[in-house]
C-alpha cells in the first residue's frame, strides 16, 4: 500500500480525531444536533484542513522558528475566511445553522495540531493527504454522532422521518451529546482493538 494512502487510513481510523485522540469536542459537540449538521461541519473543517497543510508545508521551511505558530494561524484564518464567504454566497442556510462554529476553525486544534505537528515537517502532496485523512475521519465521526443523536431525538436521518411520534428530547440537547459521543468512542476503540 502506497504511503498517501497510509496516510489517509490512519488519518481515517488510527488517528481519529474524535474517537480516537478526542481532539475538536467543542464543534463535535455543539454542532452534531442533526445529520445534516455533522456533515457540513465535517466537510468545512476538511477543506480548511487540506488547504491550510498544503500551504504550511510549502512554507514552513521558510518561516522563523519564533513565528511559525502566529504565521499558521494567519494561513487558517484565510482559508477560514474564504470558506465563510463561499458559503455565505452558495450555503447560507447551512452557514446560518453553523454560526459561530465556522469562524472558530481557525482555533481548532485539529487543523493547528496537524499543521505543528505533520505539516510543517512533510512535503505538500503527503500534507494533503494527512489533511484528506484527519478530515475525512472527522467529517465520519460527526456525521455518524449527527445521525445517532437526530435519530434518537426526532426519529429522522437526514431530516427524513422515518419514526412516528416524538423522539428523546435529550438526545438533541447537550446531555445526549455526551452520552452518543461515550458510546460511539466506547464502539469505535472496541474494534480498532480487534484489528
Known sequence: MSSKVRLILDGFVKNNPTF????????T?????SAVNGLSMGLAT????????????????????????PVYIVVIA????LLQLLMQAYTPAVYETLGLFIPLIVV???????????????????SAADGIGVGLGFTLALT??????????????FGWKFIPGDGMLAFVMAPGAFICLGYLMVLFNKYLKKE
Request: aromatic letters at 4%; hydrophobic letters at 55%.
Open 20 to 27: 480516537v485522540l478526542l481532539l475538536g469536542m467543542c464543534p
Open 29 to 33: 459537540l455543539a454542532t452534531t444536533t
Open 46 to 69: 476538511l477543506f480548511v484542513l487540506v488547504l491550510s497543510n498544503m500551504a504550511i508545508s510549502a512554507i514552513a521551511p521558510v518561516v522563523p522558528d519564533k513565528v511559525h505558530i
Open 78 to 81: 484565510t482559508f477560514v475566511t
Open 108 to 126: 481548532n486544534c485539529i487543523v493547528l495540531g496537524r499543521a505543528e505537528a505533520f505539516a510543517s515537517r512533510n512535503g505538500v502532496i503527503a
Open 144 to 157: 455518524v454522532l449527527g445521525a445517532v443523536r437526530e435519530i434518537l431525538g426526532s426519529g429522522s436521518i
